[in-house]
């Protein structure tokens, strides 16, 4: 743990001294140490033993002040994690560090005033002060390496850098400790934003002055409830929770080669950074808030925020509007009424909320040591109880109370938690207490209509089974004839294989699931890594979307599309099997703030043009001419090598002779994605798969969602902020930041070009696939992009209110 004390002018004199005198360099490590009445004046640094961090006075951006800081020194030289007088800084270049005999650490201006100084409250014998590899400036006594014993620490006072191993809440000593904003990149002084761990209720809130901003939800065992991922793969966490101290950190790195830091910017945005060796750069790897619906109580009491919706806000199921007028204006502050009231006299029960970031705990209370049936008991027993949840995930034990109205819930997609509500009996249509009053005749009609109602289900029960057995059969000798025939030259596989080499399909093989069913990640005995659908069982349109599989994928053979195996058809089961691809689908990178960073420019372009090569195959070069209809990104799959395949053909069609488009009466497809004429009109083509592909391009470009996206300034979608950028000239701002480092402006510019070509209005403004294929390949002039079909999300809602048609939809 040395540290080296060494005027910066003199670094090469003094490693050339070194170097050259080995017992006077071994003398220079063994300074490791500030002890009383030494100083370190301006332009003299104290490094750590590692070398990861420095200590001196520095200058930030353009200010004309001076600061004491510690900042990175190995990696990132210059970024500063530490400054100790923010408030008072110095006006020129006299300031002087020096530890004084009682262990006070005091800054000292040209006029020997202290400006500074270390709140130590005790005094201690041989205090020493002493930079440590964790970027911690700490005194203690000379002997004494026990940080229990640090009789101060810069990681008690910190400002807008949160470093591993700090901790953020209430210590032991009795110290609040929480990060606070700078007022500019060039003012360190307190800025109007704080991260903060609320002791009382547990839960990490952003104020800005005393205001929230935004919060992440209380610690549930994992991690807080709400929080972007976290990267616990990488991090260690650690909450502490006692009588004497309630506080969270990260102790320490798994892989110790990694670098990271926790920043509040003066905007109130959290930010976690990642050093890449690489890119020799900091990337962003999680930051808050994620997107709008973080806004504290967006939606007032008892709404629900999803940015897949629009409009944003709605009320929760059994709730209503309380200003109904103020609601559909888009003024969501007053929240959600009851539609029954409560009558806890008569007896309340509680209605589940999947997947959702907790309320707001300011009105809740915790017991660690119940089970879950236990919190709904005793929550039934208190009156004033709204909600309960389970508050250890990890145990699957403990709950959270809330009493009074429920704010800030949020929709989640994943690591959300279920929240239990309380609701009127009468609400949830409790048939025991329907019956209570009932005259006797009444209650014997009742349970002859029951009983009448029960037969007539087992009937249709068996009805529906049996036909479906008959679909089975009639399939299996389908697929047997045309395996026969050679005609697929689809091999089909034994249901035993299957169940064998998925493990009988337990839990811990499921990879994912879509609207034909669970896939299942399996290895055949001959080694080879297979991906298996598995046909719902209460999936009919799967099986549709099986036949189009099977005649499909077994006819087409491209490096860019996904490869059918062969199928399964045996004992009620319906399943396909493709190759494995071990990096599953692209949207898992590039909207996963933990994997985006892995898609640097040249994997995103190549991706594209992957896509693309696979589209036109489809479009103008397979035996069969085939719209894909559902083109997504979660529908395109990567391999080992980042190489793109198009997959998922359930709802794909074939044109024959000289056809150009169809017409459906039933429009499936994803938000998003859809163009118009295919969205209101049922009418599909080729172009309506280049419209896709148009909004992903735009969609990789970028790392954002065309739906849900959310802008400050305007309430379009990307399509919409895409065009705009791009007619004022500023379509370089649309570029990824994780992205930004790697590539090359030009193409970026250009690629962001095509893709709005492909997303014009009219399909007939729209290029083809083997125009786009060579526009990706080439320089040459593009013509200008019409306005967006869809360039914004209410279009979407009102294209969908006006169409009569049988439609179903997919929100992913």
Known sequence: MGLKIVPMENYITVLLFCFSFTSIFIISVSLDTISPNETIKDGETI???????????????A?????????????????????????????????LLKLNEKGLLVLLNQKNTTIWFSNTSSVMRNPVVQLLDSGNLVIRAENDLDP??????????????????????????GLDIRISSWKSEDDPSPGNFTYQLDPSVLQIVVKENSDVKYRYGPWNGVQFSGLPYSGAESLNYTFVFNQKEAYYSFDELVNQSIVTRLVLNDDGKSERFIWIDRTSAWSRYIS??????????????????????????????????KYRSNWNGGDWLGGCDRRMQLDCQKGDKFIRYFNVKLPDMKNSSTNASLTLEECKMLCLKDCSCMAYAVSDIKRGRGCFFWFGDLLDIKQLTEHGQDLYIRMSSSEIDDEDTKINGK???????????????????????????????????NLERSANNNNKNEDLELPLFDLGTIASATNNFSFTNKIGKG?????????????????????????????????????YIAKLQHRNLVKLLGCCIQANEMMLIYEFLPNKSLDFFIFDERDNMLLDWPKRFHIINGIARGL?????????????????????????????????????????GNETEKITKKVAGTYGYMSPEYAIDGLYSVKSDVFSFGVMVLEIVSGKRNRGFYHPDHNLNLLGHAWT?????????????????????????????VGLLCVQRSSEDRPSMSTVVFMLGSEGALPQPKQPGFFNEREITEANSSSDKDTSFSTN
Not at 71 to 78: E, I
Not at 289 to 306: E, Q
Request: net charge positive.
């Open 725 to 753: 950028l791009h007619k004022e000239g500023r379509s370089i701002e649309m570029i990824d930041t994780l992205a930004r480092n790697s590539c090359n402006l030009s193409e970026v510019v250009r690629l962001i070009h």
């Open 148 to 173: 229990q014993n640090f009789i101060w620490q810069s990681f008690d006072y910190p400002d807008k850098t949160l470093l591993p191993g700090m901790k953020i809440g209430t210590t032991a000593k």
């Open 515 to 551: 609207g034909f069913g669970p896939v299942y990640m399996g290895v055949l005995k001959n080694g080879q890594e297979v991906a298996v659908k598995r046909l719902s069982a209460n999936s009919e349109q799967g099986v549709n979307e099986f036949k189009n599989e099977v005649v």
């Open 47 to 61: 490094v750590s033993a590692n070398g990861n961090f420095e200590l001196g006075f520095f200058r930030p951006g």
């Open 63 to 95: 200010s004309k002040y001076r600061y004491l800081g510690v900042w990175y020194r190995k990696v990132s030289n210059g970024t500063v994690v530490w400054v100790a007088n923010r408030e008072t800084p110095l006006t020129d270049s006299s300031g």
């Open 288 to 321: 808050g808030p994620t997107d709008i619906c973080d806004d504290y109580a967006l939606c007032g009491a008892y709404g629900i925020c999803d940015t897949r919706k629009s409009p944003l806000c709605s009320c929760l199921d059994r709730f209503m509007p």
């Open 616 to 656: 036109l195959y489809l479009h103008q070069d397979s035996r069969l001419r085939i719209v894909h209809r559902d083109l997504k990104a979660s529908n395109i799959l990567l391999d080992n090598e980042m190489n793109p395949k198009i997959s998922d053909f359930g709802l794909a069609r074939s044109f024959g």
């Open 439 to 473: 005259s006797k005749i009444k209650i014997i009609t009742a349970i002859l209509s029951v009983t009448g109602a029960i037969i007539l289900g087992l009937a249709l029960a068996i009805f529906v089974r049996k036909r479906k057995q008959r679909k089975y059969r």
